[in-house]
C-alpha cells in the first residue's frame, strides 16, 4: 500500500501511465477512487497522480485543525516524495480550492491548472440556497460553527444534490446509502472547517499558470456564477460551463469532461 509520510500525515496515493504528471485533488470527502472515470483516458498520455487527502479514506488524520493551505503543503509535499518538481494541477470542488492556493503559493510547481466546480471561498452566495440550509446558516450569518451542523443530513443533502435527480435515484441512490454507512466524520468536519476558513478571493491575480474552469451549468451545491467570479480574477482564465452539468457532472457527463480536460492540457 504506497503512502508517503508528508507533513505528519501518511497520503496514500497511486501512480498510473507516464509522461507529463497531472495531480488530480478530489473534493469534500472525495477519495482516489472517485476519479475512476477520469484516470484511464488520461494516464493514456500523462503520469496520473491520484491520492486521498488527510482524514479522508486510506490516509491518516493528524489529530489537529488544519487549513486548506496545510492540505495544498500535502499536495507539494506528495510531488517531491515522487520527485516530481512541476504537473498539471486538477482540483474538484473543495479540492479545487486546494488547487487554487498549490498555484498561489507554490507557481513554480503549476504546469497548467485546471479548477471544477469549486470556488474562491468564504463567499456565501456561492453557495447554493438549499446547502446554506443545511449548514445551519442564518439570514446575517457570516461564518459556519461546524460544531453545530448536523453531519448526517448534511451528508445526505449533499450527495443527493451533487448528482442529476434522476441518475442519483436510479444508480447512485444505493451507493450512497451503503458508503454513508462507513463514514467517519471526523475527517469530513475537519475537511469542512477549512473550507469555512478559507477564501482566495483577494489572491486570484497572483495565479500564473494557464487556467481552465470548468463547472456544470445545473450545479445545486455551489453556484456556477462561482466560476465566472473566478474566470473574471484569474488573469487569461478559460470558463467552460457545461449545460446541463450537475456538481458531480465529471461523473454523470464523463466524456465531455475528459474531452474538455485534454483539449486544455494538451494544447499548447
Same mark, same amino acid.
Given at each position: ?8 500525515? &501518511? ?19 472525495? @477519495? ?9 483516458? =488520461?494516464? *493514456? ?7 486521498? @487527502? ?23 509535499? =506528495? ?31 503549476? /504546469? ?11 463567499? !456565501? %452566495? ?21 460544531? @453545530? ?6 451528508? %445526505? ?6 448528482? %442529476? *435527480? ?14 454513508? *454507512?462507513? !463514514? ?12 469555512? &476558513? ?10 500564473? $499558470? ?12 455551489? &453556484? ?9 480574477? /484569474? ?12 456538481? $458531480? ?15 486544455? =492540457?494538451?494544447?499548447?
Amino acid at each position: 500500500m504506497p503512502k508517503a509520510p508528508v507533513n505528519g500525515v &501518511s497520503i496514500y496515493y497511486e501512480v498510473q501511465g507516464k509522461g507529463v504528471p497531472v495531480v488530480m485533488i478530489q473534493g469534500f470527502g472525495g @477519495n482516489h477512487q472517485a476519479w475512476f472515470f477520469q484516470i484511464p483516458v =488520461l494516464k *493514456k498520455y500523462y503520469k496520473v497522480i491520484v491520492f486521498d @487527502n488527510r482524514g479522508i479514506g486510506k490516509s491518516s488524520r493528524s489529530g489537529e485543525p488544519y487549513t486548506i493551505k496545510t492540505m495544498a503543503d500535502d499536495v507539494v509535499g =506528495l510531488m517531491d516524495y515522487l520527485n516530481i518538481d512541476k504537473a498539471h494541477v486538477l482540483g474538484l470542488s473543495l479540492g479545487g480550492m486546494v488547487a487554487q492556493e498549490v498555484a498561489i503559493s507554490y507557481p513554480e510547481r503549476v /504546469i497548467k491548472l485546471v479548477l471544477g466546480s469549486t470556488f474562491a471561498g468564504r463567499e !456565501i %452566495n456561492d453557495v447554493h440556497p438549499e446547502m446554506i440550509k443545511a449548514l445551519g446558516i442564518r439570514e446575517g450569518d457570516t461564518s459556519v460553527d461546524v460544531r @453545530n451542523i448536523d453531519f448526517r443530513k448534511l451528508m %445526505n443533502f449533499m450527495v443527493s444534490s451533487a448528482f %442529476n *435527480k434522476r441518475l442519483h435515484r436510479t444508480v447512485f441512490l444505493t451507493l450512497s446509502k451503503l458508503s454513508m *454507512k462507513s !463514514i467517519d466524520a471526523s475527517g469530513y468536519l475537519e475537511q469542512m472547517a477549512a473550507v469555512t &476558513s478559507y477564501t482566495t478571493l483577494d489572491r486570484l491575480h497572483q495565479i500564473k $499558470a494557464p487556467t481552465l474552469i470548468i463547472t456544470g451549468a445545473g450545479d445545486r451545491l455551489i &453556484s456556477p456564477d462561482a466560476s465566472d467570479l473566478l474566470a473574471s480574477r /484569474i488573469p487569461n482564465a478559460m470558463l467552460v460551463k457545461v449545460k446541463g452539468g450537475s456538481h $458531480a457532472f465529471f461523473m454523470e457527463m464523463r466524456g465531455k469532461f475528459n474531452k474538455e480536460i485534454l483539449k486544455f =492540457l494538451r494544447n499548447g
